[in-house]
């Protein structure tokens, strides 16, 4: 679907605007295209767009709370990145790992690219040897073999069946985990190793008790082994840690309420994940994701969220790309 020509800068920046800003040189116009799958822990995204600058901001962090990779590989096209730790040409075919939970900002001319987007859980145990990968380009041999399957992924996506897609995940997992291999990355700050590897743990401990109703700071700093301060410095870039057990039960649960397969009470959905109050987990769910639980169970019976693999042509489809990325 063809936007009128004025009208096309802005439905790419409300389509972008939930994960991050996007600014362009004046003029009208922006003939952007994207398509989308998503598999298991991961999503792939291939875009086409016009010159534009970009930017992640700690407010828009703290209020997604996207905890995922982006392995960013550019086919065609100039790519600057900066992050807190560097600023960067990527070259072209050279992957470059960024973390949403991290601001960054950048620019690019007209270009085309791959993101492959990341779900932490695919990797409980690699995430700090990934996390010491950011912020330069991945340019030694597995790396570049790295761009390369990356590359070639979203071909075989367009032709595989649903059925294919555990195993599409499994080799993407496989591939992500040799190409990034702990000998691969030299000069590790050993305290930031830590801090990362602390945050991963405590991040898993998270995830294996959301459904207690005893998880908060003080169960965590028991079940971690870490201090109160230490707990609430490391949780400090996500809005605090009780904002971050809220955002990922309300993840959990609109990953439930999006399954057409699921017909449990919302109610009983918002219970499973501490949520004992109806309006209250109403309201908080509204304001995470900018819609209703019962909206969503509606639009995933109607077959609107729940697709296995999502595809999107030009700026037809209005999910705005948080909202695509919460379901990996």
């Known amino acids: 679907m063809e936007l009128p020509v004025d009208e096309q800068f802005e439905a790419w920046r409300e389509h972008c605007q939930s994960v991050m800003e996007i600014t362009k040189p004046q003029g009208l116009g922006f003939a952007a295209r994207f398509r989308m799958w998503s598999f298991g822990h991961f999503a792939l995204r291939t875009v086409q767009a016009p010159a534009c600058q970009f930017r992640r901001t700690a407010a828009q962090i703290r209020r997604d709370s996207l ?21 960067v040409c990527v070259p072209v075919g050279v992957p470059h790992i960024l973390s949403l939970d991290r601001p ?10 791959f993101c492959l987007f990341v779900s932490r859980d695919a990797f409980p145990s690699l995430g700090p040897t990934i996390d010491a990968c950011r912020d330069a380009p991945l340019a030694n041999a597995m790396g570049l073999l790295l761009g ?11 032709t595989m069946t649903e059925a294919e897609l555990p195993r599409a995940a499994e080799a993407t997992r496989a ?15 050993t305290d930031a190793h830590v801090e990362r590897a ?25 079940l971690a082994g870490v201090s109160r301060s230490q707990l609430y410095r490391l949780f ?24 057409p397969a699921n017909m449990r009470e919302i109610i009983k959905v918002a219970e499973d994940f501490g949520f004992f109050d109806p309006s209250a987990f109403s309201r908080a769910f509204r304001r995470e994701f900018d819609y209703s639980p019962t909206r969503l169970r509606q639009m995933s019976q109607s077959g609107w969220v729940a697709a296995p693999i999502r595809k999107g042509g ?15």
């Open 314 to 328: 030009g700026l037809a489809l209005r999910h705005d790309l948080a909202s695509m990325l919460r379901q990996i």
């Open 175 to 189: 591939m992500i985990a040799a190409c990034i291999a702990p000998s691969s990355t030299t000069g590790f700050d």
């Open 236 to 259: 400090e870039p996500f809005g605090g840690v009780a904002r971050y057990i809220q955002s990922e039960r309300l993840r959990q649960a609109h990953q439930a309420l999006s399954d």
């Open 148 to 158: 390369q399957y990356v590359e070639s992924l979203s071909d075989s996506l367009e």
């Open 104 to 113: 960054f900002a950048g620019e690019h001319t007209d270009a085309e690219w």
């Open 67 to 87: 905890d995922l990779w982006q392995i960013q590989v550019t086919r065609r096209g100039a790519l600057r990145l900066h992050t807190e730790a560097a600023d």
């Open 198 to 222: 602390r945050l991963g743990r405590i991040r898993q401990i998270i995830r294996q008790n959301l459904r207690s109703t005893r998880l908060g700071p003080e169960r965590l700093c028991k």
